[in-house]
Nanobody, 114 residues
């Protein structure tokens, strides 16, 4: 059974930083990363990295957010700098296993005050 445990959300002022962490267990994964969902909007990709090392970022976070991970430990972190009010959302840890099944964490709230 796949389990994703997230931590690190919270309230921060615009321009500040937060770091999200996620530990995944229960399978091996071909990709791991983060999505987010703001109120009234669809869930969107924030940053994802493959086991081969390829990373993908949403255009809106490029240059501000950095994803990092440990393949051996199945952990992933998202360093978020220069946060903006539009980054306010629930952030979900995400994994895809080798059978192309997708799994999501319970979500952690990030609120950026302007």
């Amino acid at each position: 059974q796949v389990q994703l445990v997230e931590s690190g959300g919270g309230l921060v002022q615009a321009g500040g930083s937060l770091r999200l962490s996620c530990a995944a267990s229960g399978s091996t994964f071909r990709a791991i990363g983060w999505y987010r969902q703001a109120p009234g909007k669809q869930r969107e990709l924030v940053a994802v990295m493959t086991r081969g090392g390829t990373t993908t970022y949403a255009d809106s976070v490029k240059g501000r957010f950095t994803i990092s991970g440990d393949n051996a430990e199945n952990t992933v972190a998202l360093q978020m700098n220069s946060l903006k009010s539009e980054d306010t959302a629930v952030y979900y840890c995400y994994v895809r296993n080798w059978r192309f099944n997708d799994y999501w964490g319970q979500g952690t709230q990030v609120t950026v005050s302007s």
